[in-house]
């Protein structure tokens, strides 16, 4: 993984990109995010879900995640602490706990370990927690496999590659929400990981 790569993805020339690479680059090796195809969607994905790798907490206050028990919400004010951190937006007390127990760390006492408000107030321990816990997150739902199954000698807007990418964003967002901007992001990187294929970047 590069820095060109994660600027090419994340559609942005912010001078923190450097900064984000060892922690994103670990987090992958980490957790067998290692071929051409898984790199990429998990960039493109991540890229979407965090402002092109800007924000590492979710804008809203977390209210809204009140009393969710589905979230493991159990306790008075857990939507506001268990609010969306990390690049991928780890959400609710459950999941704090569920990802606190892979990586070792307690996010239930200490949830802002996983991100601040953007990269540029965050600690190394927050950019660390930020791209592991999305690496861990992308793992445990099973999504390198599904996107080994890209072609990348084909465009990623027509069938079966779309399909593949839908059921990627599905399982992150629960939907298709930003789904344009998602292709959008990972078109923009594929001539970073394959520099001698040319799709069709018409969206």
């Avoid at 004010?77 to 127990?101: E, L, M, P, S, W």
Wanted: glycine share 10%; net charge neutral; proline share 4%.
């Amino acid at each position: 993984m590069t820095t060109s790569q994660i600027k090419a993805v994340g559609c942005t020339a912010g001078a923190n990109v450097q900064s984000l690479l060892p922690y994103l680059a670990d987090a992958c090796a980490k957790f067998g995010i290692i071929s051409p195809a898984s790199q990429l969607c998990f960039l493109a994905q991540v890229s979407h879900e965090s402002g092109s790798f800007f924000y590492t907490e979710e804008l809203a206050s977390g209210a809204a995640y009140e009393g969710r028990k589905d979230l493991g919400n159990v306790v008075p004010g857990d939507g506001v602490k268990y609010k969306g951190r990390g690049f991928i937006q780890i959400t609710g007390r459950a999941n704090y706990h569920a990802v606190g127990q892979a990586l070792g760390a307690d996010f239930i006492n200490n949830p802002t370990l996983l991100g601040a408000k953007n990269i540029e107030a965050c600690s190394p321990d927050q950019f660390k927690y930020a791209a592991l816990s999305a690496a861990w997150f992308w793992s445990k739902t099973g999504l390198t496999a599904l996107a080994d199954r890209i072609n990348l000698n084909k465009s990623i807007d027509e069938e079966p590659n779309l399909d593949v990418f839908k059921e990627i964003t599905c399982k992150i967002n629960g939907g298709y929400n930003g789904l344009p901007d998602r292709l959008h992001k990972f078109l923009q990187g594929v001539p970073q990981f394959l520099p001698s294929i040319h799709l069709n970047t018409a969206s």
